[in-house]
């Protein structure tokens, strides 16, 4: 039976499979969590994420602030990227970089079905 790690990795490794997600991870406060090697990334602009890195811990400020009335989701556009938070609890979103001008129709049913996945592995309601 695979560890949690390996089968929280399995479902990120799904998702990075459609073509408009550049990177993606579960992301706990302080940028810890399940990230994938960096060479399943096709985010170019390494400097996105490394100003996630670093600003990673007043997002979730926000979010769990927020979370207790309900807050589920989190947009930004940095430029020619897009952040999406999907959050799974108040210390934990799947964290997704797209482009701004993809399909979020459809890449938000894919990362609606893999934050469903990540719940279960996790344990979470």
């Known amino acids: ?5 390996e089968a929280i990795l399995a479902v ?3 998702l990075l499979r459609e073509e408009d997600i550049l990177a993606a991870m579960v992301a ?3 940028f810890e969590g399940y990230i994938p090697p ?8 390494v400097s996105v994420w ?3 890195q670093n600003t990673m811990g ?6 769990s602030k927020f979370s207790a009335q309900g807050l589920d989701k989190v947009y930004f556009e940095l430029g020619e990227h897009e952040v999406v938070f999907f959050v799974i ?3 934990m979103a799947l964290v997704s970089v797209i482009p701004a001008l993809a399909n979020k129709g459809l890449l938000e049913v894919e990362m609606e079905n893999t934050r469903r996945d990540i719940k279960k592995i996790l344990g979470v309601k």
Do not use: P
């Not at 039976?1 to 790690?5: I, L």
């Open 1 to 5: 039976m695979a560890s949690q790690k």
């Open 12 to 14: 990120l490794d799904d």
């Open 28 to 30: 706990r406060r302080g």
């Open 38 to 45: 960096g060479s399943k990334f096709k985010l170019k602009n």
């Open 50 to 52: 490394t100003t996630l």
């Open 58 to 63: 007043d997002f979730f400020n926000i979010i």
């Open 89 to 91: 609890h108040a210390d």
